[in-house]
């Protein structure tokens, strides 16, 4: 048996603004006792809510079983930010995998966007959604790669995109550091642990039951009838979906070495003035830029930049998060030098070597989905559907997922942290040096 200690201390959200934030605080019970649902899906991240609500409105008994609260992990901490793709690039897909993959992968790349956007307006999802994203240049082969992607995603006939000059990069964000970028009119931005809590209370509405504070001990997967168990009860059912992602830890361990848990951290200034805030973000859009290492910030509702970047490996937290960012913070808005900082958190995605998430299945009725290495806000909420479908009978698109090779880290769980950090430098003096 696979025992997995607690990974969330005393499993309430971190200190982060999106916690201080939240709609609601609602606790719901533990899982006690033995009990039966046709699926349990085990995290209640996107994944997991994305998943199980399908299924409960297709009419499916559903649980899902929470180590910690909802929305405790990457879903309830990253940077709101509503990016198409995969981290992956199509091209890369198609180098690996071929035309055919390409096509279908290229066909379903904004649709965690669109997903997103549906849930809110069906189920009046508080979240304060906001459209378009950018992404920045901080070089002109940055430029030159934006102008390629851009090509690219049009031969696909995604063009939702365009081009934004050096002179025109005024209009969405106040700083002369840029080179140019390119704004995406079907992105966007939202109060991400809102969004995880709306979409849990969707999935009650539709019949669902919600375990917190339960840490799965050990998933039988073997047996005919899948058994989920933690310290007070157990689930039996038809089908068990695993989305731990970075957090499930070793409780199925053919699943602990697929994925690295990478930490980064975010930072929330004060509210700002109107003024103040209208000068850095005039349109009010969330920023990427397309660095190895990136940073990405965007206004929340109250006007406070959150200011996130910075990765650590292993998914350790650094001892100092406003040291880590306030230098990058201060570079593109030289004007928040003096800007006090009230909130500052990090929180571990889960890095697959291929930068492609994994989908698939442990014997016949044990899905698992994971990896989506720094884009799984979109990504989640597709994986979720195609996940609801296979379950459901259709499992034409999972199968695709399926199908795509794992590609195991070099060297294995030793050798995987300083195999990343060496890449890190590379791709970062790349950046640097504009090559």
Request: with cysteine.
């Amino acid at each position: 048996m696979a025992v997995l200690h607690s990974y969330s201390g005393n499993g309430e959200h971190t200190t982060s603004y999106y916690a201080a934030s939240a709609n609601t605080r609602a606790l719901r019970p533990a899982l006690v006792g033995d009990q039966t649902f046709d699926v349990c899906v085990v995290g209640a991240g996107y994944s997991g809510l994305s998943t199980a609500l399908h299924l409960a409105e297709q009419g499916h008994n559903v649980a899902i079983v929470e180590g910690a609260r909802i929305g405790w992990g990457a879903s309830g901490r990253n940077g709101g930010q509503v990016v198409n793709g995969l981290n992956a690039s199509l091209q890369t897909i198609k180098r690996r995998y071929g035309q055919d993959t390409a096509n279908f992968v290229a066909g379903l790349v904004m649709e965690g966007g669109e997903i997103i956007r549906e849930r809110v307006e069906t189920y009046d999802i508080q979240c304060d959604y906001k459209p378009t994203n950018l992404f920045t240049a901080c070089t002109d082969a940055h430029m030159q790669e934006l102008e390629e992607r851009l090509e690219l995603w049009q031969g696909y006939g995604l063009n939702t995109q365009e081009m934004v000059s050096k002179g025109q990069i005024g209009k969405y964000v106040g700083t002369d550091m840029y080179a140019g970028g390119m704004i995406d009119h079907s992105g966007g931005h939202m109060h991400p642990l809102n969004l995880a809590l709306g979409e849990a209370e969707a999935f009650e509405k539709n019949g669902g039951a919600i375990f917190e504070m339960s840490v799965v001990t050990d998933v039988d997967y073997e047996a005919a009838r899948p058994v989920v168990k933690t310290a007070t009860g157990t689930i039996t059912c038809k089908t068990v979906v695993l989305c731990g992602n970075a957090y499930l830890g070793k409780v199925v361990p053919k699943l602990t070495s697929r994925v690295m848990p990478v930490s980064t951290q975010i930072m929330a200034t004060e509210p700002l003035s109107e003024e103040m805030a209208n000068r850095l973000l005039p349109t009010d859009t969330c920023v990427e830029d397309i660095r190895y290492i990136l940073d990405y910030y965007r206004l929340s509702a109250d006007k406070r930049l959150l200011f996130g970047g910075g990765t650590v490996y292993g998914g350790a937290e650094p001892s100092d998060i406003e040291a880590k960012l306030r230098k990058n913070m201060n570079k593109v808005f030289p004007e928040l030098a003096n800007t006090k900082v009230e909130y500052a958190w990090s929180g571990n995605f889960a890095l697959s070597f291929s930068r492609v998430p994994q989908m698939g299945r442990l014997n016949n009725n044990t899905y698992f989905a994971h990896g989506y290495s720094g884009h799984g806000v979109t990504g989640s909420h597709t994986f979720g559907r195609i996940l609801a479908e296979a379950i459901s009978g259709d499992a034409s698109r999972y199968d695709v997922f399926e199908k795509v090779p794992y590609i195991p880290f070099p060297g294995g769980r030793m050798f995987r942290v300083p195999y990343s950090m060496i890449g890190s430098w590379y791709y970062g003096f790349k950046d640097k040096f504009g090559l």
